[in-house]
């Protein structure tokens, strides 16, 4: 069995749309009746977490223990969907570590 989608939305920009694509997506999957996750990778702002508060985990990733919460949470459920709403920092770390699993 092929693993669910990983989609990772981020930018350099702030304000640029980044939470409601996630957001878009995440309505799409709920509509359609995916099994679905979300991150949201803001600790300032944790909008799309407090938009979908029973389906997308808030995680700090600067410090090492948020991060390994969200690897830990990546690669453990092979079944959901993920979005991810977080800085374009994160996205080349995430994606090859994907990979790699």
Known sequence: MQPAPLYIVASPRPRVGKTLLARLLMEYFLDNRRPLVGFDLNPREPTLAGRFPKLVWPVDIGDIRGQMEL???????????????????????????????
């Open 71 to 101: 690897f830990d949470r990546l690669v453990a459920d092979t079944a959901s969907t993920k979005v991810i709403d977080g800085p374009i920092l994160l996205k080349n770390a995430l994606v090859e570590t994907v990979k790699a699993h």
